[in-house]
């Protein structure tokens, strides 16, 4: 390849001659990855396709701006550009070298590197760069265990990873033009949230999805796109027809508890596929598995495992029901926002609770191996059996692991109910969500 065609795709990338677009800045992101890069590590973001991960980069790289940098200072390359030809480390090495012929950094340069599991070979030339002190580096890619793996191989105690989901209720607000900075705000705009968190919930919290009109053809190309790009392509999978009606399967029952033979009746899918493309879905952020709490393994191993997607969007586009379960999609959010808090305290674990009567709730919190938190959700409460049944599981829990507190996440119901020695707190979503609950 040419210096000059180098240079020409690389100028499309840079903010050398022209501004680029950074969208709308995520804040708390932002200044995690500031954080992070004060270690001196190279800094890996990774997540699902489209959830916002190319724009925070070039948020950071903006922000460096205002730090002294020099534009000429920091390279930016998208690996998923189709101009270039299949890229490996001698490569990607020429095109680093072309970069510093033609730009001349003051310094020492600042690499960000858009999507690398592209690259063939990838974590070797880092690995170089990082030992021989030639960059500063950021990384991208959306798929958790090649990352992990290449990175844990070569790069072990050399890395800090920032991992980005989908929008927060708190930034799909802010996206809509909703800005909170305190109680009172939530006071007076308390409408205007309550109305958004319908859409939050049906059409999903990609970010691109968030500021178009139109919504569903975007989810079906992110749907192709994951498949296509992240799981054929990648897998190198020939049965691209069973694997998409497994991921159909799946959007379709969003918060549902699964086990690999039963579906192996339903897809005439074997299990053992089913299995293993499970765990690909798993790998590119596709889909998460939960596990039931128990306090024997064997027992936890055995169970079924709770699914649930990585967007409500994604699940209700998909999806063949003719209309929203909002029960489900509530639920998938709940599991999403304790996922976000997760990330942030490594030491939490997310597991669902049942006991052999079938009474189940649905998020058990693990944290330094005690259970924490018991939480339900029930959408609605109008139904008298309902709200019985809902309650039952949860004082059923909460006797079993010692707990005195259980919370209910609901739409709109808000109290708290003594009962016994157990305290049963009653939250509407959209205020759990901006994590305003009291304890």
């Not at 579906?263 to 998460?288: P, Q, R």
């Not at 997607?309 to 999609?329: E, F, H, K, Y």
């Not at 305290?345 to 609770?353: A, G, K, L, T, V």
Request: with cysteine.
């Amino acid at each position: 390849m040419e210096k000059n065609e180098i240079i020409s795709i690389l100028n499309d990338w840079n903010f050398w001659k022209e501004e680029l677009d950074t969208g709308f800045p995520r804040q708390d992101y932002l200044q995690r990855l500031k954080d992070l890069a004060k270690t001196g590590q190279i800094v890996v973001v990774t997540g699902p396709r489209r959830a916002g991960k190319s724009y925070l980069m070039r948020q950071a790289a903006k922000d460096l701006f205002g730090q002294g940098i020099r534009r000429e200072d920091i390279l930016m390359i998208n690996f998923e550009d189709p101009r270039w030809p299949k890229i490996d480390s001698a490569l990607l090495q020429k095109i680093f070298e072309t970069y510093l012929e033609f730009l001349r950094p003051a310094i020492k340069p600042i690499l960000f590197l858009d999507e690398i599991q592209e690259v063939k070979e990838w974590e070797k030339w880092v690995l170089s760069i990082q030992e021989r002190d030639k960059a500063r580096l950021f990384l991208s890619g959306s798929n958790a265990k090649l990352l992990s793996r290449e990175l844990g191989t070569l790069l072990t105690g050399r890395h800090v990873k920032l991992t980005v989901l989908p929008l927060s209720f708190e930034e799909y607000l802010f996206f809509n033009g909703i800005i909170l900075k305190d109680s009172l705000d939530i006071v007076q705009k308390r409408i205007a949230i309550q109305s958004h968190l319908r859409s939050y919930l049906k059409e999903g919290a990609f970010p691109l999805v968030t500021l178009a009109e139109e919504k569903k053809p975007i989810l079906f190309n992110y749907f192709e796109d994951i498949v296509t790009k992240d799981l054929v392509r990648r897998f190198k999978i020939r049965k691209t027809e069973q694997l998409k009606s497994l991921a159909k399967f799946y959007l379709n029952h969003p918060a549902s508890q699964i086990t690999f033979n039963s579906i192996e009746k339903f897809l005439k899918i074997t299990a053992d596929t089913i299995e293993k493309f499970s765990g690909y879905f798993e790998e590119v952020y596709l889909f998460f598995f939960v596990k039931r709490y128990t306090r024997k393994p064997k027992e936890e191993e055995k169970s079924p495992r709770k699914l649930y997607p990585v967007d409500s969007g994604l699940a209700n586009a998909v999806g063949t029901s003719p209309t929203p379960n909002w029960g489900r999609l509530a639920e998938t959010v709940v599991f999403l926002e304790l996922t976000r808090r997760r990330l942030q305290n490594p030491d939490q674990e997310i597991f669902y609770w049942k006991d052999p009567q079938h009474r189940e709730v649905d998020f058990c919190i693990r944290e330094e191996r005690n259970i924490t938190q018991l939480i339900q959700v029930c959408w609605n409460l109008n139904h008298p059996k309902t709200k019985e049944r809902e309650l039952k599981s949860l004082l059923k829990a909460l006797n079993e692991l010692n707990l005195k507190k259980g919370l209910i996440i609901t739409e709109e119901e808000e109290k708290t109910e003594n009962i016994g020695d157990k305290e049963v707190q009653y939250e509407p979503l959209w205020k759990w969500l901006l994590d305003l609950f009291v304890e």
